[in-house]
């Protein structure tokens, strides 16, 4: 089944890119002024997002790992409430699995950072475990660890 919804798309495609029908192409002020990035910009944002990347995730690594999360107010680790198992608040989203880190080894890899990847595996081996009494929100592991 799914081979023949890829064969219809592929046909489909190409014979749009025969017509050379791109009508559906706004041509209006804001697509022609943001629609497309000169060499030099798209290189210059490139650079803009892996700074940001590496602020977020080097403070990471700085104050909170190996909790699940920077608490951005307190510049500390964030993770499950043992404390207090009742405080929803935190315990609904928090796993006591290094969720940060997961969640940014896509991102390691995309941005070609085979170091920071290679390093941030060894980390989660040392450090992970999924052998603790903690209730694990599908919903969060699956948006941001899968």
């Not at 081979?3 to 022609?32: A, P, W």
Request: proline share 3%; charged share 20%.
């Amino acid at each position: 089944m799914i081979e023949h919804i890829l064969i219809v798309f592929t046909v489909g495609l190409c014979f749009t890119f025969v017509r050379n029908d791109f009508s559906y192409y706004k041509t209006d002020y804001y697509s022609e002024k943001y629609g497309h990035f000169s060499e030099f910009e798209r290189v210059e944002m490139l650079e803009a997002a892996k700074e940001m990347f590496y602020w977020g995730y080097d403070n990471y690594m700085q104050h909170a790992f190996p909790l699940d999360e920077l608490d951005p107010i307190h510049c500390t680790g964030r993770g499950p409430d043992h404390d207090n198992p009742s405080n929803i608040n935190i315990n609904d989203v928090l796993g006591d699995y290094c969720l940060t880190l997961i969640d940014s080894l896509d991102t390691l890899a995309v941005m070609g950072d085979s170091d920071g990847f290679i390093q941030a595996v060894q980390l989660l081996t040392d450090h992970l475990s999924f052998n603790r009494n903690n209730t694990v929100q599908v919903f969060e592991a699956n948006i941001r660890a899968f």
